[in-house]
């Protein structure tokens, strides 16, 4: 059931990417009066054009206004409150952000939030593919890049796994949650939050956004979130871990799923069978999802491992893009710290590493890499970072360093051609996009582009030879 809470009342809509446009076209359908502004000219003249009202924040009446709509990539406080925040605090109007809103518009469908420092986006994914595998009509949106808003609508058996971030979460008040995920919490975004405490306090909310009897389900892996686990603890709480036996919950022991739901564990699924789920980090992934399916949606563990074997996985984690010859591709183009990139060296070996980019204050730290070094062979540098790296590797591995990206390829790929063994080239570039491309999605396809026309030119040269 659809309902409708915004007639007749007032919203200002700040920051009109795609999350904003889809919520000034849902208010509006919904009978709100809303007005919008961001502070990009152009993104301003296209809500124009669509025939929203803009008008600059000094200039709106405030007192008018039900809530400040805020897209998340905002600050309302640290490291430099928005002006719209400054006037929103003056005259006590409530900042939320569009999931709040589409939550208040749901009475029927379940709704799953999964938040955590690493991992939601595969966890969202992969409960949502489990789901609709198994016959349920479910959807997912959030933070992983489909704004809630555009979603289909779902009826009262469908479900939406929704991944929320931080800065999502502490602008949401509506309570609508049937299972929260929280799977792990590492420092991140502290120049937003202010401190390791702030940033918890802010994950940890996705718990007072459950339902009544709705279900807790927690990652275990470090202290901190054992800590969690045991000032949460009751029946509605289930935990999970990808690295150690527990005396109740979903866990992996010896690459093994465990579910320990009832009174005896059972072995369900060897987990390094999964062929788009490699390495020990997606561990906690599988078990969060097999807690939702399990306790959440009761399916049967057949049913759900069904699934699991079935998932594809995302674009720029750990994809696999091409197999030539002894050689195979994988773009890990979304790991753009050292840590993200660990775990793929860890789960592929023979690697030719493709590393580099716009360096971040961690980039050349690589101690959460050194366990994995036996798995490289060689090191391609490219980008603004290549010299840094060239610095550290070169009295260890054969390295070299590249303008782009393209060039490294071209370079690892003749390389490995002239190896007998099996080998991985592996973009997994510890570093952010921006010195080259928009974002780490731009540069993954790129990688995927220069792939295809290598291959396409080396069976060529072959068919002609």
Known sequence: MEIQPFKNKTYYVVGLGRSGLS??????????????????????????????????????????????????????????????????????TPIICDIDLFFKTLAGPTIVGVTGSNGKSTTTTLINHVLNHAGHTAAAGGNLGVPTF????????????????????????????????????TPNHLERHGDMARYQQAKLHIFDLLKPHGTKIIGVDNPLMEAIYQSLSDAYTIPISGQKQLQKGVYIDNGILIDHLATLPKEILKVTTLPHLKGAHNYQNIAACYAVCRAVHQLSPERIIK???????????????????????????????????????????????????????????????????????????????????????????????????????????????????????????????????????????????????????????????
């Open 23 to 92: 919520t000034l076209k849902a208010l509006t359908h919904q009978g709100a009066t809303v007005f919008a502004w961001d502070d990009t000219l152009a993104q301003r003249t296209h809500a124009k054009k669509a025939g929203f009202t803009v008008i600059h924040p000094e200039k709106l009446d405030w007192e008018s206004l039900t809530a400040l709509v805020l897209s998340p990539g905002i600050p309302h406080m640290l490291p430099k409150p928005h002006l719209v925040a400054h006037l929103a605090a003056r005259y006590r």
């Open 307 to 465: 699934g699991l074997k079935t998932y594809e996985g995302l674009p720029h984690r750990q994809e696999h893009v091409a197999q030539h010859h002894n050689i195979t591709y994988i773009n890990d183009s979304k790991a753009t710290s050292i840590d993200a990139a660990s775990h793929a060296l860890a789960a592929y070996k023979n690697i030719f590493w493709l590393v580099g980019g716009k360096p971040k204050t961690d980039s050349f730290d690589i101690t959460p890499a050194h366990t994995s070094f036996g798995h490289i062979q060689r090191v391609y540098a490219f980008g603004e970072a290549a010299k840094n790296y060239d610095i550290l590797f070169s009295k260890h591995l054969p390295t070299a360093t590249f303008e782009g990206l393209e060039k490294a390829l071209k370079q690892a790929t003749e390389d490995a051609l002239l190896e007998k063994e099996n080998i991985t080239i592996l973009l997994a570039p510890a570093c952010a996009s921006f010195d080259q491309y928009k974002n780490f999605e731009e540069r993954g396809d790129h990688f995927k582009k220069v792939v295809k026309k290598i291959i396409e030119t080396l069976t060529k040269k072959r068919r002609k030879a």
């Open 150 to 185: 555009e979603l289909p609508h779902l009826d009262a058996k469908g479900t939406y796994v929704v991944e929320l971030s931080s800065y999502q979460l502490e602008r949401i008040t509506t309570p609508a949650l049937s299972a929260s995920v929280f799977l792990n919490i």
